[in-house]
């Protein structure tokens, strides 16, 4: 048997602005944006290299939906974004202005920082130390 997680809904308030700052400030690729009606569109972004699972950037559709953007995970980190070089990557978004809320610190599985999207969702920037690639990095 197979599975795996295709897409994970990201709640954005505004398409082209989530575009702009994944693909410009965090160097993702947009890997769709197709129109479906006149107020919703299909949009994915990835990591460059990812292999799995991307983003659905899903604009709000109401005022519930509205009141999780920025805050979809209760105030917890939301995603993680690995690296294969985490000074390359931090260095990249701290010029592309990305708002880091806890700086670079070594712990027993890696390096991380934590840092925030446009909308305040927190993520982990992550180097998994040599010892839990395996696990942790899928090949």
Same mark, same amino acid.
């Given at each position: 048997?197979?599975?795996? @997680?295709?897409? #994970? %809904?990201?709640?954005?308030? +505004?398409?082209? *602005? =989530? @575009?702009?700052?994944?693909t410009e400030k965090l160097c993702?690729?947009?890997?769709? +944006?197709?129109?479906? *009606?006149?107020?919703?569109?299909?949009?994915?972004?990835?990591?460059?290299?990812?292999?799995?699972?991307?983003?659905?950037? =899903?604009? $709000?559709? &109401?005022?519930?939906? %509205?009141?999780?953007?920025?805050?979809?995970?209760? !105030?917890?980190?939301?995603?993680?974004?690995?690296?294969?070089?985490?000074?390359? *990557?931090?260095? &990249?978004?701290? $010029?592309?202005? #990305?708002?880091?809320?806890?700086?670079?610190? *070594?712990?027993?599985? !890696?390096?991380? $920082?934590?840092?925030?999207?446009?909308?305040?969702?927190?993520? +982990?920037?992550?180097?998994?130390?040599?010892?839990?690639?395996?696990?942790?990095? %899928?090949?």
């Amino acid at each position: 048997m197979y599975q795996r @997680i295709a897409h #994970i %809904a990201l709640v954005v308030k +505004d398409y082209d *602005d =989530a @575009i702009k700052f994944y693909t410009e400030k965090l160097c993702f690729v947009l890997r769709e +944006d197709t129109k479906i *009606d006149d107020d919703k569109r299909w949009v994915v972004v990835s990591p460059p290299g990812a292999k799995e699972c991307c983003l659905l950037l =899903a604009k $709000a559709a &109401n005022e519930e939906q %509205a009141r999780s953007i920025g805050n979809q995970t209760g !105030g917890r980190v939301f995603l993680f974004l690995f690296t294969d070089d985490f000074w390359r *990557d931090y260095n &990249n978004m701290v $010029a592309n202005d #990305i708002h880091f809320v806890r700086p670079p610190a *070594d712990h027993p599985y !890696g390096q991380v $920082a934590v840092f925030e999207d446009l909308y305040g969702n927190q993520w +982990d920037l992550l180097q998994p130390n040599e010892h839990n690639k395996g696990w942790i990095m %899928a090949s």
